[in-house]
Structure formats: C-alpha cells, structure tokens
C-alpha cells in the first residue's frame, strides 16, 4: 500500500513539485544561513586557531579572545611563578594601520610574539621562515595580507617575501608567509615579534594583551587555568572555555545570532505552510479516493501511515535538493571564503530532522482530516 | 468473528421463496434501523425502522424514489456508516455489536464495493486498483498483482492491466471496479447505482457479470438503484418508500412487480 501511496502523491504532478520546491527551499535556507551563522560564529574564535596556545591570561573583565584590555609587563612573571605552569609568554595584539606601495592605509590584525619562543605561531608557513622575526622590522603576513586589495595594493602582483611596506612610519620587511583561518574583522593578519610589535603600534603606559601559557607535562589544563586564576587575579582560559565564552558574548552583545535565527525560525514556518497547505489540499482533492480506501477496509492507522509516509518521501527528496543547493553555495564561496561557511554530518542530520518534523506537521492536517471522514461519503454524488 | 463458511442450500437459488417466507440461507439481516441526519431544522430522518433481509446466491436489488433512504440502508447494511437504532447481521456476526476497528476489518475481509462514480484511483494502474483489497488483506505485491490481472481478464480487460483509469471508457471503468470488489473473493458486494452513468448496453453488460458473480457460492450481491431495465437481473427486489422498507418481491410476485414497473 506504501508503495501505492507514492504513486498516488507522485502522479499528481504539480502537487508533488510544490511540495518538493517548498521543502526545497526551506532546506536551502535553513542550512544556508545556519552554515553561513556557523562559519561566523567560526570567524569569532579563529585566534584560537591561528595562534594555538593552551592557556590564555587576559585582564580580569575580558571574556572574549578578540577584546584585550591591558596589563602590566609584571603579570607575565606573575603567571609564570603560577605552580604547573610550564612557561608563559607576553602576546601583543591589536588593530593597527599599515600603508602600502602605493600609499594607501590598510587595516591589519597585528600580532606580536615573545621572540624566544614565537610561541602563539601560526600553524602553517608556506613560504619563508617564522624564525626570521627575530630580525628587526620583520614580518609574516598571511595570503590574505598579499592580496592587490590588501598590503599589495599598488604592486601590480601579490606581495612577497622581500617587499616591504610600513606601519605607523616603520619599515615592515616581509620575511615569510603563512596560512591562517580568516578573523571575524576580516583584517589580515601580521606576525611580528612582541617587542617590533610595541614599535609598530603607537605607544601607551600598558601595551601588554595577553599571555599565553603552557601547563607542566602531566598537568591538567583546566587546573593550571584554574590556579592561574586564583592566583594571580588576572583571567585564565582554556581552548575550549574562551571558545565557549566567546560564542557566549557574541550572542549577547550582538544581533548577529538573533537575526540568523529568524531567518532559520522563517525558513522552518514557511516550509510548514507552504507544506502543510499543499499537502492538505492534495489530501481534500483526493478524499473521494480515501473514503474509497477507507470503505475498502483501510484503517486510519493505515491512511495515517501512508500520508505521513508521502510526506516524508517529499520532505527526504526536497531535503535533498535543498542541501544539496546549499552544498553548492559552500562550494563556490569556498574558493573566496566569504560568506564564512561551516558545515557538519552531525549539522546535516539536524537539518534533516527538522525537515521531517515540518513534513509530520504538514500531514498531520491531512491525516486529521482523514481520520474524521465518514467512509459512507463515497456513496453520495 | 464469522461463522464457518456454508454451503449454499440449493433450493434458495432454484425456487426463488415467497413474499413474506424466510429466506432458507441467510447472509443480510437488518431489523428496525432507524438513521438521523443533522439537529434542529436541519434534521432529516432518513431511516425510520428499517427492516431486510437478503439471502446467499442471490442478487437483490433495493429500488425505490429518490430521497427514500436507498443510499442510506446501503451504507448502514455494509457497515460505512452507524445506526442510530437497529440491529444488522452479516452471515452471522452482528455488526452493531462489533467496534469500529472490528467493523473495518470485517469490511476490508468479507465486503466488495462498486460505486456509482466508479471511484478508482487515477494515478494508478489498472492492475494497481484492483490489487488494492488484497494489498489491504495483507498480500504481497506480486501476488495481489497477479491476481489482480486475472481478474481484469475475467472482465475482458486482458493486455490492458498497466493502463490507467482515465484512458478507459466509463463501462470499461466499471468493469475495473467490479474486477476490484470481487478480487478477494468478499461474501458480500456492495453497489450502489452501478449502471445509472452507463448507456443500456453497458449497463447490461454489467449486470451481467455482477449476477455471475452473484452465483457463487455463499455469497450476497446488494445492488441499490432506480434504473427499471435492470430489474430482470434481479432474485429478489425489496422497494422502499420514506425510509422503510415496504414490499419485497420474489418469484411470481417479482415477475408481475417487474413487468408493471416496465410498463410504467
Ligand atoms: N450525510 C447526510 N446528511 C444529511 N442528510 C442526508 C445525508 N445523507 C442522506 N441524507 C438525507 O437522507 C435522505 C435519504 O437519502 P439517501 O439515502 O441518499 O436516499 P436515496 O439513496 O434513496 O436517494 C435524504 O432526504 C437525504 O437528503
Ligand atoms: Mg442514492
């Protein structure tokens, strides 16, 4: 009878389509704006990434990794006299502005790093060496960096290693490039050492932003972060927790998230209507055939069964297109990675899961329906 | 929930029995079935205490004005629609005493249906429509189908099996549907109007194959309908007015009853 089911909901051409678009478009945007919400999202945390540091130190009222508040060049001893603390860096991080060939201000998300152990590097150097920072007025710059609407602006060509630029009146000598993950700000990153980076950028009584530690071998992190914390009065982090934190501020303190979720929260409604008004319709049109069934000997639970199992069929096949079209969308804004794009198996699943409640909620209408419908109206004209 | 099946007892089907005589095999017992439609202005008492009864290998037709409650007695005696009053009894189990998952099952297993509209499902297959009561009985697919198509052969509708109901012609279209009612061998077959969207011919052709079909053994075909050319298929005629069922004619009486109504 399942099988009949479909063919019944299949040769109703138009119907079909209007269920599938719907469901389609409905997947398109929930997943669309939930990959794009979660690659922002990702965007959010990317120093974690880019920078890799077990503990992060930051001053007592900060709670996310893109704010710093000052401190004092003595918290960096402070930390490190913290029992299970392997070793504790200063990092220097900030919005500076760099003028290129042609003389243009560019922004850039300048990073220092403590130059004994250039701990905090990024993950991967795909030209050049990281130690040559040690060098003065050097730099690492990322792909990004290199770009003619970037730091090559006015070259003619990507920038490379051995061009230089300025900050702030000083020279910046590129001596290596690397790989990072794109930041929410989307300004490029620089790599200096920490010491270049306080020349570069203009000076201030505090110019200290963070510190980034490594608990002993055998050392719990979450416990070192803990008795940094307690020690010292300053805010100790783990990856995962400034990451939680992080998450947690953005959703506070912007729209970002609520604006998304509307946008998701619409895409689910109007799947439940577009579907739900289209289904019930195809189940008004075709109650003289049900009420057949159902004088036949087809139970309710039966017709129950088969609606929902119609609706499911469509909900699996326009889900299909839908992330499929979304999938597509990742792929071609992959190659510029913006808008930021994230994607899962466990994110696809739930996409999925919510496309099928949309499907049980538009056939529960017609099954409703159904239930109520006398088998005797067959009988009349 | 049913009884062991019977063996029809010939005389019932040789010596049609006398106005008035209980029919020696019984399969459709109904007693004071009363039906109320709507409240208040809107109430319509469509069945006012109606009594009937039809027997094993006979074809029965109930005829009568249009409005008297034909439609009506059809649907309670084949167990779509609820009494409010009464009692009814197929081949021994009693309906009104059964629930209305009990009642379903009892349709889906033991009761054919023919509709005046035909009722098939356009979007399926010839084939596919007539396997529908076996698919419900619960046979697999391939075997339902293969049964299906012998029965559309048996209608003259061999070659045409994977055809849909919309390329066939409204006769065509009924023999479909009485493929379909009788493809799970029901004791009971249902119609209502079966011939009143049919031209003559057609409609003789019908009747023809729904009074062989009434032949076998220990089963009751019910035909409801106001169309006097087919009353010659008739074993036994019951004739309704306002709600009640008022004559039943057999035998000599049915001949007379017939020929007058002819005439008429
Ligand atoms: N579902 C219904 N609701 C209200 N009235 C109905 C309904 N079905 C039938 N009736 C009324 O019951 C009476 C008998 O109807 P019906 O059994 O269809 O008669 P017939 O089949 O003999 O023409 C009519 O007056 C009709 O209007
Ligand atoms: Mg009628």
């Known amino acids: 009878m399942f099988l009949l089911a479909l063919k019944m909901l299949l040769g109703d051409r138009a119907k079909y389509w209007m269920l599938v678009g719907g469901l389609a478009f409905s997947s398109l945007l929930m997943t669309q704006q939930y990959s794009v919400f979660q690659g922002l999202m990702s965007w959010t945390t990317s120093h974690m990434r880019n920078m890799r540091a077990s503990i992060w130190v930051v001053e007592s009222r900060v709670e996310q990794v893109n704010e710093s508040k000052a401190m004092r060049d003595t918290d960096v001893n402070r930390v490190r006299s913290v029992e299970g603390v392997d070793f504790a860096v200063p990092l220097f991080q900030g919005v500076l502005k760099a003028r290129t060939a042609d003389g243009s201000d560019k922004m850039i998300q300048m990073i220092g790093l403590h130059s004994g152990t250039l701990y905090g ?242 056939a529960l209408f017609g099954i409703r329906r159904v239930a109520k419908l006398e088998p005797a109206i067959v009988f009349r004209g | 929930m049913t009884t062991p099946f019977r063996s029809v007892n010939p005389v019932s089907l040789t010596a049609a029995p006398v106005v008035g005589n209980p029919p020696s095999s019984l399969a459709v017992g109904a007693r004071g079935i009363v039906k109320v439609f709507g409240v208040g202005d809107a109430r319509t008492q469509a069945l006012k205490g109606a009594d009937f009864e039809a027997s094993e290998g006979e074809l029965h037709l109930i005829v009568g004005p249009s409005g008297c409650g034909k439609t009506t007695l059809l649907s309670v005696l084949a167990g779509t629609l609820s009494s409010d009053q009464g009692e009814v009894n197929l081949f021994g189990t009693r309906l009104t005493g059964l629930s209305s998952s009990e009642v379903t099952r009892f349709r889906c297993r033991h009761i054919g249906f023919i509709f005046q509209q035909f009722n098939l499902i356009p979007t399926l297959s010839l084939v596919e429509n007539v396997s529908v009561p076996l698919l419900l009985n619960g046979a697999g697919r391939r075997d339902a189908e293969a049964k299906a198509a012998e029965r559309l052969r048996q209608v003259g509708l061999a070659g045409r099996e994977r055809q849909l109901p919309t390329q066939l012609s409204g006769g065509q279209q009924q023999r479909v549907a009485i493929a379909r009612a009788l493809v799970h061998e029901p004791r009971l077959v249902i119609c209502d109007e079966p011939t009143s969207a049919l031209d003559s011919m057609t409609g003789h052709q019908i009747m023809e194959l729904l009074s062989t079909a009434a032949k076998a053994p220990g089963r009751c075909v019910l035909i409801v309908t106001h169309d006097p050319r087919i009353y010659g298929y008739a074993d036994r005629i019951s004739v309704m007015e306002d709600g009640r069922v008022t004559h039943v004619h057999a035998g000599a009486s049915l001949s007379s009853y017939i020929h007058s109504e002819n005439r008429s």
């Open chain 1, 121 to 362: 590097r990024p993950p991967r150097m795909i030209e050049g060496d990281i130690a040559q920072l040690r060098l003065p007025n050097s730099v690492v710059i990322d792909t990004l960096a290199m770009e003619g609407t970037r730091l090559g602006s006015g070259m003619g060509r990507p920038l490379r290693v051995g061009d230089v630029f300025e900050i702030n009146d000083r020279e910046a000598r590129v001596v290596g490039i690397c790989q990072t993950e794109r930041h929410f700000f989307g300004y490029p990153y620089v790599f200096s050492s920490y010491d270049q980076a306080l020349q570069y950028s203009p000076r201030q009584r505090k110019m200290l932003s963070m510190i980034l530690a490594e608990p002993k071998p055998g050392w719990d992190t979450a416990e070192v972060a803990q008795r940094i914390m307690r020690e010292t009065g300053l805010r100790a982090f783990t990856v995962p927790q400034l990451e939680a934190s992080t998450i947690r501020w953005v959703w506070n303190n912007t729209g970002i998230p609520i604006s998304f979720l509307t946008t998701i929260v619409l895409g689910f409604v109007v799947g439940v209507a577009v579907c739900g008004q289209t289904f019930y319709s195809f189940v008004l049109e075709n109650l003289r055939n049900l009420g057949a069934l159902k004088a036949m000997g087809a139970s309710n639970g039966l017709l129950a069964g088969m609606l929902l199992f119609q609706a499911m069929i469509v909900g699996l096949i326009g889900f299909g297109m839908g992330i499929g079209l979304t999938a597509l969308f990742g792929l071609t804004v992959a190659q510029s990675g913006q808008p930021p794009f994230k994607a899962d198996a466990a994110f696809v699943f739930q996409s999925l899961a919510a496309v099928l409640v949309i499907c049980a909620l538009a």
